[in-house]
Structures are given as structure tokens and as C-alpha cells.
């Protein structure tokens, strides 16, 4: 296992176009997460995901942004209609179902919107 | 709420040189504590982790030690070398039933020859 893949790394769309991201976690991890990191700061939760069910949201997740998890496997995340102050940084980790069991992190998204 | 305060950056050391950076929080109950740490051009990585109080994480020759008194979490290194030099991140987890983390602002540590 290569570890948490995210495509693209690299994402640059003008404003007010639908972006979708990518993540395939490593294969037994049945949580998934979502995170934003804006420049300067560190990641900030968005949602998770336990199998195909998403249990948990951040207010930081406004209604422009879905989160699916189809087959509890890969994970896709939409944003609708971007803003300037969607550029960001897009993290995707995964995790066992254990408690307080470690997270492994991808390279990244890093979306700028025009 | 869950909270994080990090030693703002950038630091620059010399080689061998001491390192602390300082991290404290703010959180119910009995979180555990990570340092995480983001090498130029790949993704966060975990260099060490804490469950309870008094635990010591170590990894790579850095520590860090749960202080429940004093709510902080500083990360060590006794001499550091040129490969440390990368963004290091504070984080605490096991306060939501996700699991997720609340992330410090992260500090970037520069270690010249």
C-alpha cells in the first residue's frame, strides 16, 4: 500500500466553477477525513467518514461543499460555485476504527480559484 | 472548546543545536497529544504521539512529554540536524466521537550547517 492518494495536487478553476477532488485512503482504514489548510495556519476539520456513512460535519463546511464516500472506499469532495476564499489547501486522511488510532495524511489538493 | 497554541516561527538553528518549540492547549476531559510534521513537498506525517498524562512520545531522536498540570505538550530534540528542517505541527484528538484533530498553527524549523 502506497499510503493516502489525492488527485489532483494541483487545481487552479475560476470562480464560480464546480471543482471535485479525489481520495483513496489506505485500503483497511474505514475513517476518512477531510480537512482544510489555508496558508500559515494548520488543517481544520471538515467532515469524516466511518465506511460510507458521513457521521460528522464542521460548520467550516457550507452548503457549496459535498462529501461522498460511495462504497466506503474512496472519497470524493465537491465544491459548488467557487469563491476567491476557497483557495486552500484540501487534506484527506485515514484512520482505523480504533480509539485515538493515528491518522495517515495525503500530499494534498491545492486549489486556487481566479 | 479544543484548542492549540504553538510557538510561532520561523526558527532557525544551527546544527546540533537545541530544539524546544512550545505547545499548549485547551481541551476537556483527557485528550491525546501529536506532533505532527510536513517535510518540504510531501504530506503531514506523524513524528509522535501521547494517550495519557505523564506518556512520553519519542521518535527520530524528538520527545515530547503529556504534562496534564501545565496543559502543554513541548516538543525536544537534543541536537537537531539539516534533514529536521521542515513544519511542525501540535495537534490533539479524542475529544469528538470522530477522532478528528485540532491542529496548532504550526511552526517551520530551519537548521543551517
Known amino acids: 500500500d502506497t499510503g493516502v492518494s489525492q488527485n489532483p495536487r494541483h487545481k487552479i478553476t475560476k470562480r464560480g466553477q464546480n471543482v471535485t477532488f479525489r481520495c483513496d485512503p489506505i485500503s483497511e482504514h474505514n475513517r476518512l477525513y477531510w480537512y482544510r489548510q489555508t496558508l500559515g495556519q494548520g488543517p481544520e476539520f471538515l467532515t469524516y467518514f466511518q465506511n460510507e456513512a458521513q457521521l460528522e460535519k464542521s460548520r467550516l463546511l457550507s452548503d457549496r461543499f459535498s462529501a461522498e464516500r460511495p462504497k466506503g472506499s474512496f472519497s470524493t469532495l465537491e465544491i459548488q460555485r467557487t469563491e476567491q476564499g476557497d483557495s486552500a489547501m484540501y487534506l484527506c486522511?485515514?484512520?482505523?476504527?480504533?480509539?485515538?488510532?493515528?491518522?495517515?495524511f495525503g500530499q494534498g489538493t491545492r486549489l486556487t480559484v481566479v | 472548546g479544543n484548542s492549540v497554541t504553538q510557538m510561532e516561527g520561523p526558527v532557525t538553528l544551527s546544527e546540533e543545536a537545541f530544539l524546544t518549540i512550545n505547545c499548549t492547549y485547551t481541551a476537556t476531559g483527557y485528550p491525546s497529544l501529536f506532533w505532527y510534521v510536513q517535510y518540504p513537498g510531501e504530506g503531514l506525517q506523524l513524528l509522535l504521539k501521547a494517550t495519557k498524562a505523564d506518556d512520553k512520545g519519542s521518535n527520530k531522536g524528538f520527545e515530547a512529554t503529556y504534562r496534564k498540570e501545565t496543559t502543554s505538550f513541548h516538543l525536544e530534540k537534543g541536537s537537531v540536524q539539516v534533514s529536521d528542517s521542515a513544519v511542525y505541527f501540535c495537534?490533539?484528538?479524542?475529544?469528538?466521537?470522530?477522532?478528528?484533530?485540532?491542529f496548532g498553527t504550526g511552526t517551520r524549523l530551519t537548521v543551517i550547517p
Open positions: 486522511a485515514s484512520s482505523l476504527w480504533a480509539d485515538r488510532s493515528e491518522a495517515f
Open positions: 495537534a490533539l484528538g479524542g475529544q469528538t466521537g470522530a477522532n478528528n484533530l485540532f
